[in-house]
């Protein structure tokens, strides 16, 4: 598949995905979620990638370099009126199914906000396992203002991450945060300088990258699951990980290593 709105390069087992449409600051179309979802998929089970990274691009315009993320959904073609109820319906879904994509991806996925996050990149950005933020990035959800309504599953995400009272303002409100009050909230993880990083995160998905595949697939799936579910069937499902992990090439490879006093080889198998 040829993709134009967005771009990707894989770099020592990390897939950075960019966002690509950066005359509209990269707002989201059908086109854009049909791309990011068929790259998401191909790369599903592929052993050489450890870690996905979701990023922006760069604008330029009259000269001037603007970081963009995701501005949200093309609201120039929303407001023209050109979609059917039925296509508003399967955009929507259409939407909803590239979050779960990045919600239920086997491999970590980091959000590297480098510039303005808002509506569905928000959305798209809190569907990943981690939210990274520049300095110079901001995030909001502002489609109580707009007249719609947050989707990608951010009435589940946001009180998990930042409590029920806070999502609720984030949510009523819309407020813009930028990336120091997104980290005290605990919705961003950090933020760095512009100018590191890129460099900052890949160092950050290059920790993770080295660690047992099999056993961070585990680690993704239980921790998402285990918020659900009461503490006997959590105990029971640990166990049924541990034990799966142990039965693995890997499990044998660090072992070794740590007796070997080396840094481990794992192969994902």
Not at 8 to 26: C, F, K, Q, V
Not at 50 to 61: H, M, Q, Y
Not at 92 to 105: D, N, P
Not at 255 to 264: D, L, T, Y
Request: proline share 3%.
């Amino acid at each position: 598949m040829n993709y134009s709105t967005i771009n990707y390069e894989i770099s020592h087992g990390i897939l950075i995905l960019r966002l690509n449409r950066p005359e509209r600051m990269n707002a989201v179309n059908e086109e854009m979620y049909t791309e990011i979802a068929h790259l998401l998929q191909k790369y599903r089970e592929d052993n050489d990638v450890r870690v996905v990274i979701l990023t922006g691009s760069v604008r330029i315009k009259d000269g001037i370099k603007k970081q963009a993320f995701c501005a949200g959904a093309d609201l120039k073609k929303h407001s023209a009126g050109e979609r059917s109820h039925a296509q508003k319906r399967k955009y929507i879904e259409q939407a909803h199914e590239t979050t779960r994509l990045l919600y239920h991806h086997p491999k970590p996925v980091i959000a590297a906000i480098n510039g303005p996050a808002r509506g569905a990149g928000a959305e798209m950005a809190l569907a990943c396992d981690f939210i990274i933020m520049s300095d110079e990035a901001t995030i909001a959800f502002p489609e109580t203002g707009l007249g719609t309504f947050v989707g990608g599953g951010v009435t589940l995400h946001l009180p998990r991450t930042v409590g029920l009272m806070k999502a609720r303002e984030l949510i009523y409100t819309g407020r813009v945060l930028d990336a120091a009050a997104a980290v005290d909230l605990g919705l961003a993880l950090y933020s760095y300088p512009m100018a590191t990083f890129l460099a900052n995160v890949m160092e950050f998905a290059a920790a993770i990258a080295r660690k047992a595949p099999i056993s961070i697939a585990m680690a993704k799936k239980h921790l998402q699951e285990s918020a659900m579910l009461g503490l006997e069937t959590v105990l029971q499902l640990e166990a049924d990980a541990i034990l799966a992990c142990m039965d693995t090439e890997d499990w044998q490879e660090g072992v070794n290593a740590f007796a070997q006093k080396r840094n481990p080889a794992y192969k994902g198998r």
